[in-house]
């Protein structure tokens, strides 16, 4: 019995000790299954010049993974072409990653294809490198015909752009000439005012004494508003029409002027009219000044009978003569000439008046020398605001934007400068006005030479100082291309001589930037005139372009 229960125990031990290896491995496998899997291949290891290679990469993993691909020129010294979608196939618990890249290369030669990190979950894993070839297409020169390089051809400045600055002269001019049809030559609605102040002054007053009629003066309890523009009325249709000065005189005055016209014939009113017409006034003097309230059947019956003295005043007048229609023709003609006079001289002066705010305006916004220079043209700023050129000049190429086509140049070398140098290409432009200038120049040595710059900076500060130039000052530092190809930037300042042979000194600038290695040499000069701003735009404008190949 004790020998039974030994056995099961024994049985049991070994039991849990198969169940601990199972787990084991188990674990053992579930670790292994989820280690990535990352393979690289390329279709082809040798190429012709810009003809593309297919570099792939597979990665297996957990569907859970997070799997960062290259991005960007991580292929350099190849060059990536496209970048294609990622290819996602998922088999239970694992997926299949497959990234594909097009790379070329435009120089011959062996070029190593550096080892690419994939990162998996914050890991990172490398590819293999590998070596790619890379061949020139082969020439035949004897089969082939040559041909002499053509001259150049000069070439009459195109007129693309002219409708453009027709169309803002003309859209320009439309609007001074809208403004001013608007403010001096438009007919502008009369208002009522304007209407009635238009009216004879019979007309006017007797429309007035109907306005009078109808407001609500008498309804509101305002005697004296209402007798003020009854007495305003009738005062101003006798100043206008018996040409009496009745506004700036007393009743009595008024009164007594009348009773002049009539006993001198010139105004056939009768006895009673006139002593109506002085009550009347009487009333309105109570009214205005001691604050008298006659009764409102009072004050309608005196705006009725100064109608009547109207009335009566206008039939009273003698007919005007040939010679009084005359003069008050010409009279209104001249208030017309006045009138449109006045016109034109507030619609010049609206127009001035805007060209002057808007002038203002643009030289606080954009600074008078710009305005200026906008209006009147300025080279260097037409140079600027027109359309650049991207190219490349010489071999090795310098590449840079420049706002005219370089030509090349045809400088004479010494004796023993041929006979160190296998090629010497020089392109230039010069700015028929100013200083302005840009040159390019590419040396190729027939033997290797270190890279040294200063003797070729002195041979430049020599030709400038042959030239004419006089206290040149020179000052150093590194320049960096955009893609990080180090060179030298030699710039400062002197007096430099005019183009045409003129023996006046302007103050100038200058910038030269040079870059080279072991039998290659090239650099690009700039100067402009130092009170020249859009030269400074232009010149750094051009040295953020500027790039170089400095292999042959």
């Avoid at 990665?59 to 859970?64: A, Q």
């Avoid at 690419?116 to 020139?136: C, H, K, M, P, W």
């Avoid at 102040?197 to 407001?215: G, I, M, Q, T, V």
């Amino acid at each position: 019995m004790q020998s039974r229960k030994f056995n099961i125990r024994t049985n049991s031990g070994t039991l849990l000790q198969q169940c601990a290896l199972l787990l084991l491995c188990f674990c053992s496998l579930s670790v292994f299954s989820q280690t990535p899997k990352i393979a690289s291949s390329v279709d082809t290891t040798f190429i012709k010049i810009g003809d593309q290679i297919n570099w792939s990469v597979t990665v297996e993993t957990d569907t859970t993974a997070q799997v960062i691909f290259p991005d960007g020129q991580t292929f350099s010294p190849l060059e990536t072409v496209e970048a294609f979608a990622t290819d996602t196939t998922r088999k239970k618990n694992r997926m299949l990653l497959q990234k594909s890249y097009a790379l070329t290369q435009f120089d011959s030669g062996a070029y190593k294809l550096p080892a690419q990190r994939i990162e998996i979950d914050g890991v990172g894993y490398f590819t293999d490198s590998l070596i790619v070839n890379v061949a020139t297409v082969p020439v035949d020169t004897l089969k082939q015909q040559m041909f002499d390089i053509k001259p150049l051809l000069e070439v009459e400045k195109s007129n693309a752009d002219l409708w453009k600055t027709l169309l803002w002269i003309l859209l320009g001019l439309a609007i001074v000439g809208g403004l001013f049809y608007w403010l001096v030559l438009r007919k502008k609605p009369l208002t009522e005012e304007e209407k009635v102040a238009l009216l004879p002054p019979y007309d006017r007053a007797l429309l007035e004494l109907k306005n009078l009629e109808n407001s609500k003066y008498l309804i509101q309890d305002e005697y004296k508003q209402y007798y003020s523009e009854l007495t305003d009325i009738v005062r101003s249709y006798l100043e206008e029409d018996v040409h009496v000065s009745a506004l700036e005189s007393t009743t009595d005055e008024l009164i007594e002027k009348l009773e002049l016209l009539k006993d001198a014939g010139e105004l056939e009113l009768d006895t009673e009219t006139l002593s109506q017409f002085k009550n009347i006034l009487q009333t309105a003097d109570l009214v205005k000044f001691a604050k008298s309230k006659p009764p409102t059947s009072v004050a309608e019956q005196d705006r009725k009978s100064i109608e009547q003295i109207v009335i009566k005043t206008h039939d009273a007048l003698p007919e005007p003569t040939e010679e009084e229609l005359m003069q008050q023709a010409e009279y209104q003609e001249e208030l017309l000439q006045k009138k449109q006079k006045r016109k034109v001289v507030l619609g010049v002066a609206a127009v001035v008046g805007v060209l002057f705010f808007a002038m203002a305006f643009a030289i606080v916004r954009y600074g008078f020398s710009y305005l200026k220079d906008s209006v009147l043209g300025h080279p260097t700023k037409e140079l600027l605001e027109g359309e650049w050129v991207a190219s490349s000049y010489g071999y090795p190429p310098i590449q840079l934007e420049t706002p005219r086509v370089l030509v090349r140049q045809q400088p004479t070398l010494p004796d023993e400068a041929k006979e160190a140098i296998r090629e010497f290409q020089n392109f230039g432009y010069r700015s028929a006005i100013g200083l302005f200038t840009i040159e390019t120049v590419s040396l190729t040595f027939k033997e290797p030479v270190a890279f040294d710059p200063n003797p070729t900076v002195d041979q430049i500060i020599g030709q400038f100082e042959g030239q004419g130039a006089k206290n040149i000052i020179t000052k150093k530092e590194e320049f960096t291309t955009i893609s990080g190809t180090k060179g030298l930037k030699v710039f400062g300042s002197g007096k430099f001589p005019l183009p045409g042979g003129s023996e006046e000194l302007v103050k100038g600038n200058y910038t030269i930037v040079m870059f080279g290695t072991n039998g290659v040499q090239q650099y690009v000069v700039l100067s402009w005139l130092e009170e020249d701003t859009y030269a400074k735009e232009i010149a750094d404008r051009i040295l953020k372009t500027l790039e170089v190949k400095l292999t042959v």
